[in-house]
């Protein structure tokens, strides 16, 4: 069976991200669909085991396995916990539906690290195109200031929001370069050390939910393997 195939046959849950789901999309914003799927239980009886992840069959579309996207999910990655939170969802199944539901149960204090760490490398790509071209990306610097405002609040409020609210007019004027990049360094550097003060107290658990999750995993694997649906037990 093919990548392609699995995303076609097998997918429980997609949606669209990038700019279209942030509210910051241009007339020429590509529509980056991102999904996942649930490859049957009898392919990984075989030597050769089912992909982690597949690109297409769309373009600019990318799909996990649930399975891996659980485990990513789990560690706090920030764009998999993005996905569970996208408004503009194009299809879920039951099994999909009970993903969703499971949204909270991945969130822990392990985003800290995870979207810190994924923003500091973010910003080092950024200077050092200052220093190479005497100017930033400035649609990744916009991105930056709303993957950043999103940790602080995540972490103050232990919810997830990937909208931009207020910041949109901002953020957008980043995007067109209307921002000096000293501003948008402060802009960065202010985000960075509020996030590490609600780090402090944030109201998120220690650990995410790891046995809910795996329950999830193994009712949807257990149910592939008998061909039947995944019911709560």
């Known amino acids: 069976m093919q990548p392609e195939d699995l995303v076609r046959d097998h997918t429980i849950y997609a949606c669209v991200m990038g700019s279209r789901a942030f509210g910051l999309a241009t007339e020429d914003s590509d529509t ?24 297409g069959p769309l373009p600019e579309q990318f799909s996990w ?7 990513l999910a789990l560690r706090g990655n920030p764009n ?10 194009e299809y879920a199944d039951d099994t999909g539906r009970e993903l969703l539901a499971l ?14 760490g ?15 071209h005497g100017a930033p990306r400035w649609k990744h610097a916009m991105h930056l200031l709303r993957l950043l405002t999103s940790a602080r609040d995540l972490l103050r409020t232990g919810r997830l929001d990937i909208g931009t609210g207020d910041a949109r007019t901002r953020l957008l004027a980043v995007r ?7 501003e948008v360094e402060s802009w960065m ?4 050390a509020e996030t590490e003060q609600a780090a402090a107290r944030t109201p998120l658990p220690e650990e995410p939910d790891l046995r ?12 592939s393997a008998l061909g039947a649906p995944a019911r709560p037990v």
């Open 189 to 192: 550097t202010r985000l960075a």
């Open 118 to 132: 994924y923003a500091l490398a973010q910003r080092r790509r950024l200077e050092a195109g200052v220093r190479a």
């Open 32 to 55: 980056d669909r991102r999904g996942v799927f649930v490859a049957p239980a009898p392919l990984f009886w075989r030597f050769e085991k089912p992909p982690a992840h597949a690109e």
């Open 103 to 116: 949204r909270e149960a991945f969130l822990s204090r392990r985003v800290h690290a995870s979207f810190t």
């Open 212 to 223: 809910r999750v795996e329950d999830f995993l193994y009712r949807v694997r257990r149910a």
């Open 65 to 71: 396995e649930l399975e891996r996207f659980c485990e």
């Open 80 to 89: 998999i916990l993005e996905c569970l939170h996208s408004p503009l969802v």
């Open 176 to 182: 067109g370069g209307e921002v000096p990049w000293s």
